[in-house]
């Protein structure tokens, strides 16, 4: 992806809805000057605070701009948990290494805490579809970061159950998935994304109630058969990015993982925008 795309989309985003209030704290925002404009000419190696600022500009004051936290390494080797001390060399942690995972590794973007909690609620709940391209960009860095070098073949987002679809009228991963091609498009070299986006391979059978509060049992047994692959064709043998805004225990992304695998699927790999701590 070129500089420019991280430009054009924090411009066209902020041409196009100014004057607002900034979605975290509701204080109003004033027009940033463009000045912060990318030195790099590539932006996929970009720092992702030096991205959320870019793409994030039109919709946040300065103070919560400052509030970003990036997932940084050392984390664990299978499902990403960041570690505590810095010198710590990326290995598994401690939960990996006594129970075994669906998924082959967990990946996130953001820590989920301050800015990009208020904006992923904004987002989820208060119908703020604007932050799907931003996050969409977010989202993109970061598999470009962690996944450059392996084989993906097929992007899959957490689905919704459709009475919970229906109410929201919109799958908020989905919603940030469909934007991957526009940014693939923009490459210098002129490749396109070779993942194809497989909207309702998997579904949502079962409309669990919301997870908040519950501890990792609760969630597991909540999480339980929520979910089945309609078309296996799609998914067998093949390698799965599995897509969700939050990974907050884990239990969502295992139990898709678990029926993915069971459709044959070869590797499933979770990306999410933000990762609780
Ligand atoms: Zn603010
Ligand atoms: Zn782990």
Redesign the pocket.
Known sequence: MSADTLSRVGRSLSDALFPKICYACGSFVRPAEDKTRPSLSDSDLLPLETAFTHVMRAFLCTDCMADFVPVRPP???????PFKSSIDESH??????SRK?HFSS?RACAVYQGVVLKLIHAYKYQGKTALAEPFGLLLYLAFIRHFAGKQIDAAVAVPLHYRRLRTRGYNQALLMLRHWPGFAEKNRDGSGLEIAIETDALIRRKNTASQTGLGRRERTKNMKNAFAVKSPQRIAGRNILLIDDVYTTGSTSEECSRVLERAGAAEVHILSLARAM
């Open positions: 984390f664990c080797s299978r499902c990403g948990r598994l942690c401690g939960d990996c290494i995972k967990a």
